[in-house]
């Protein structure tokens, strides 16, 4: 009796860590929302990626390991990624809802997942993922309720997840705690300028840095720790699988606490995605896994 509570509990802390990471996740980027009348979405990504890499640094001490030139390099490339997605998601959020976003963008690793494999069944997944946008891209009459711009920014934000993911296969031999931190570092200097810019000296505000700190901690320092822990402890399909909920659930966290309503086309679009994702978690076979959110 005793070893199969130990099995169940075994099985349900990693499911428990990957959903509550998500959760975590859509939550805080909910929040962070509140913080655009202020700070802008270019100040609130700046504070928000400024302090998550001071979060990550002081946690991983990323001195610790060697680092060659040639790592160096792959490190700063995927950290401008890293930062660029962030800024362009971000943006997107101010007239797109966050529900929608997340679906968009989860065309980007869906994307390469699919170029990975040649089997026909793909396709199928490859039907539900356009389907989706189809229902969600403001390319017919009556879908010009979503912004155009904010679904540019949120294809370029996809884009770059597909650039990070396969960047982050090129730094796959380094320690992941020193990837992770030196990278959110250059994707803070990415974002900067342009919250600087954008917010100024707002940026110094102590309410507003505080604000801002919480977000990070909700959206970055608590998400990247228990994905951690589901990434040792999940098999493959099941990690990807679960991760797919998370276009519903930052729709109904955007519903909570934003009162961001999707219509019913914009959730059969989302549920269209979410099946595109988890099918292909499901049957696609990958070299190597992806690595963590963003």
């Known amino acids: 009796m005793s070893e199969g509570r130990a099995g169940i509990g075994a099985t349900l802390l990693p499911v428990a860590a990957l959903v509550g990471s998500i959760v975590s996740l859509c939550v805080g980027t909910s929040f962070a929302k509140h913080l655009f009348p202020v700070l802008g979405a270019q100040g609130t990504v700046a504070l928000r990626v400024g302090f998550a890499a001071l979060i990550l640094v002081a946690f991983w001490r990323p001195w610790r390991w060697a680092l060659s030139g040639r790592d160096a390099r792959a490190i700063a490339l995927y950290g401008a990624v890293l930062g660029s997605m962030n800024l362009m998601f971000y943006m997107a959020l101010r007239t797109l809802p966050l529900g929608v976003c997340i679906a968009i963008e989860f065309t980007g690793p869906l994307a390469v997942a699919i170029l990975s494999s040649r089997r026909a069944l793909d396709f199928l997944w490859i039907g539900f993922a356009v389907l989706g946008l189809g229902l969600l891209l403001p390319l017919r009459e009556g879908a010009a309720r979503l912004d155009p711009v904010g679904v540019a920014f949120t294809l370029g934000a996809a884009t770059c997840w597909a650039l990070y993911i396969l960047l982050g296969k090129r730094i796959g031999h380094l320690h992941p705690g020193q ?111 992806a690595p963590p959110l963003p």
């Open 179 to 289: 990837s992770v931190s030196l990278g959110m570092c250059t994707a803070a200097v990415v974002a900067a300028p342009f919250g600087i810019a954008h917010a100024g000296i707002r940026l110094l505000d102590p309410s507003l840095m505080l604000a801002a700190l919480g977000v990070a901690v909700f959206s970055s320092a608590v998400p990247y720790t228990l994905e951690m822990v589901a990434l040792k402890r999940l098999p493959k399909q099941v990690f990807g699988v679960l991760l797919s909920l998370e276009p519903a659930v930052g729709a109904l966290s955007a519903l909570v606490i934003l009162g961001e309503r999707p219509t019913v086309m914009q959730w059969a679009a989302i549920a269209a995605i979410i099946a595109a994702s988890a099918g292909a978690a499901l049957t696609i076979r990958r070299a190597e896994p």
